[in-house]
């Protein structure tokens, strides 16, 4: 590695780091994230979807589209595995 | 590890165990919409009790209850009801996966998101199944 790379690579992290500073802190109802729209999910959850469980109708209702795509994900995953790594008939691994 | 283990202890141990998983497993999907669980967890609970019979007991037991061929086929069969239930939603006028657009006559719309939800988790379980013994059966095939 080149000692240039090591001095921009030092200063990235010492700009983030400085910058990690002005975050918010962990779970700070005040936070810009915490203010839009969780108080909706929270709100609203026991009458549109009457699950008590947040974390369940966000994950399969109000984001399941993303839930859908995680599954699609991980389908594609198995069945590149399946069609990678079978045997075929003749015996072989891969073709 | 298509041949059993070939201990008394640890085969009879793995079966006894085994219904105790599949019944938490169960239980992790089916409870997701009141604990911490859901498809996801609950399939790969699943997966774990049928990658532990088959190590103990072998691919030749245990292919008659979980068929290697089956796998793939879970798993598409796994997305296929998630994407059913989206399409339903469709059908009844509504966006894609906006379970309460489902047309069932006589459930209230909070009803249908939450038996939505739990096909959705089914699918998500039974996918998950499908994939993790899959890829599982394909990498202990030796010879």
């Known amino acids: 590695m080149k000692p240039v790379m090591v001095i921009v690579t030092l200063m990235f992290a010492g700009v983030m780091s400085y910058l990690m500073m002005s975050l918010p802190p962990f779970g700070d109802p005040s936070a810009p994230a915490n203010q839009h729209i969780s108080p909706y999910y929270i709100e609203n959850t026991i009458e549109d979807t009457d699950t008590p469980n947040i974390v ?11 839930t859908f795509g995680e599954t699609l994900v991980i389908f594609t995953a198995g069945l590149g595995c399946f069609l990678l790594l079978r045997r075929h008939s003749d015996g072989k691994t891969i073709r | ?41 609950g399939g790969a609970i699943l997966a774990a009790m049928a990658i532990l019979l088959r190590l103990s007991l072998g691919m030749e037991l245990t292919s008659r209850i979980f068929s290697p061929r089956l796998m793939p086929a879970f798993a598409a069969a796994g997305l296929l009801i998630f994407a059913g239930v989206g399409v339903a939603a469709i059908f009844g006028g509504g966006n894609f996966l906006d379970y309460g657009a489902i047309p069932v006559q006589g459930v209230s719309e909070p009803s249908l998101h939450h038996n939505g939800i739990l096909l959705a988790e089914l699918g998500i379980a039974l996918s998950v199944f499908g994939v993790m013994l899959s890829i599982f059966d394909t990498l202990i095939r030796d010879k």
């Not at chain 1, 369940?56 to 993303?66: E, K, P, Q």
């Not at chain 2, 006894?16 to 938490?24: K, S, T």
Request: proline share 4%; with cysteine.
């Open chain 2, 1 to 41: 590890m298509e041949k059993r283990y070939g201990n008394l202890i640890v085969e009879l141990a793995c079966q006894l165990i085994a219904p105790f998983i599949l019944l938490f497993g169960l239980y992790v999907i089916f409870h997701g919409h009141h604990s911490p669980g859901g498809g996801f967890q």
């Open chain 1, 56 to 66: 369940t109708s966000i994950l399969a209702d109000y984001r399941g589209y993303d």
